[in-house]
């Protein structure tokens, strides 16, 4: 018979967890909270994906469309997981979708219940949503996704642009002392995204460190390099209205030590993720860990960190730790290997 | 003091920004202050029309970026991202300390003249030893780029170059270094040092300046001085020197096919 493995959340890494179980024959059921799949990429239109600016469509799109063309995998869209417990070795859970209420017994559970994006108007300095022209990461992400690269307040292209790295990460004073590791690749492929489709606007990034690790280097280059982004080293700490519809960025310039008010067309700022309220809502749920920074604990960090405290519950993608989506996709496919071994013991 | 205010003007005037509190954080530059003014039949002369320009920047200034970048020695101002090898590596900073390869190319890059204009004095110091150009990780060439620097700091300050700091002896150097190197084959930097202070009549300031006697004794005691002694001329030198010297000796026709 063949084994019954629950995955929680149709974002990058429960997609290809699920996919991957179901070529191995396993009966998949895909718990999605919203009306669709492909996470946070698909919510927030994400348009082109770093490293190699490829449509965000080859990938998140193809995983959706594996997954919804696999018979074996059952998928739950606006779903949740309403009541969950131990039986044995198996897990017995509660499926509530639009369709009514299903209790299914699984071998094993992946959760893969992703991140949220840090709400940046929770921390009043970077003034965001008080002035149009100040937007976040994911504001210009689904904005660039709509072919619209201008000012919010008035269309018009901005003259420069600045963009603020460690919005809500390394900042104690918003409870997040974590690098949230992909906005500053983000942030320079969309400075590259701006600088191609307006040559003209000034793009300027404001950054403590910038974290463009491994091969992710390469677009912090060619930023610089070929699109003549420039860096100032220095976090910005205000964000006030300026004359001539502008905003002004009050920070200080820590490679000369001196304060700068620089006034801008548009702001944008990297706001980093967070655990986000399912993290601590399936803690509670599977009876599973959380960890100091909000997000889902691994039974150990190098060893198996793909497991979760309790044996048998399986942990992916983003609700470990902030991580880029091709990282999420690996790991869909690592903890679905975990979560096949143990079904397959204990079925 | 006061008395001597008395007798050689109407009335006494203070110091520049001698009543500003905490004077010593204040740059001189900073302080606009008219020893005699009269606004509007009012006199405000002195300490009562002093203004303290702020210190906040407030615009990134990208036409003079534009502007190295058009030049063949700063064409790759953008590339620099800041890490300081170009400093680490100088052979002039650990003399002068306030020549920093690596900030002026920010300042450049940021188009911050108002503190480019406070390095007037050392911005022309590289010796062109292209220590910091082998070494950037970046290959921004910090080596040439000084000399971006040096060009656009003649452009933008002349009068600053003219009255603080006689640079106006270009050609007497260079003879001098051309002397050297047709001479001996090698440059001897204290030599150089020394004879461009003769030739710009810093004779009292070659002996006294507390940072130029450093230099020099620096280079005697590391035997940077006597290594042109030691050493003698290059191997094979006459070919060198031929090559040079026709070189030389079109320099002058080239310069004018370029402009």
Known sequence: MAENILVIGGGPAGLHAAIELAELGVNVSLVERDTFFGGNPKKFKYKYLFPDLQPADNVIGELIKRAESNNNIKKYLSANIESFKEDGKKFSAVIKSSTGSETKTFDSVIVATGFEHFDPATDSKYSYQLFDDVIDIKDLERMMGEGNFTRPSNGKAPKNVAIILCVGSRDRHVGNQYCSRV???????QAIELKEHFPETEVYIFYMDIRTYGFYEDLYWKAMEEHDVQIVKGRVAEITSGPDNTVICKGEDTLLRGPFEIPFDMVVLASGMEGGPQSPEMANKLGIELDEHGFLKQENVTLSPFKSNKDGIFLAGACTGPKAIADAIVEGGAAAMNAYIYAKKNS | MANEHNKNSERP???????????????????KEEKNLVIDGVDVSGRWNTFIE????????????????????????????????????????????RFNPRAFIYMMQLGNLKQLKKYVDVAWRCVGCYKCSQRCPKQVNPAEMMEALALLIKKYFPEEIKSKHQL????????????????HGRLDLANLHTSAMRKMGKTTELMSDKDERGAIFKMMKDGRALSVLRLGKPHKWHKSKDAIDNYLRHAGTLEQENN
């Open chain 2, 54 to 97: 702020t210190r906040v920047d407030s615009e990134f200034d990208r036409s003079f970026f534009g502007e190295i970048q058009k030049t063949v020695v700063g064409s790759r101002i953008n590339r620099c991202w800041q890490c300081g090898m170009c400093t680490a590596s100088c052979t002039v900073t650990p003399l002068y300390r």
């Open chain 1, 183 to 189: 906005c500053c690749t983000v942030s320079v492929k």
């Open chain 2, 13 to 31: 005037v203070a110091e520049k920004g001698e009543h500003i509190i905490a004077r010593h954080l204040i740059d001189d530059d900073a302080i």
């Open chain 2, 168 to 183: 106006t002896i270009d050609e007497e150097v260079k003879a001098i270094y051309e002397g050297m190197i047709l001479g």
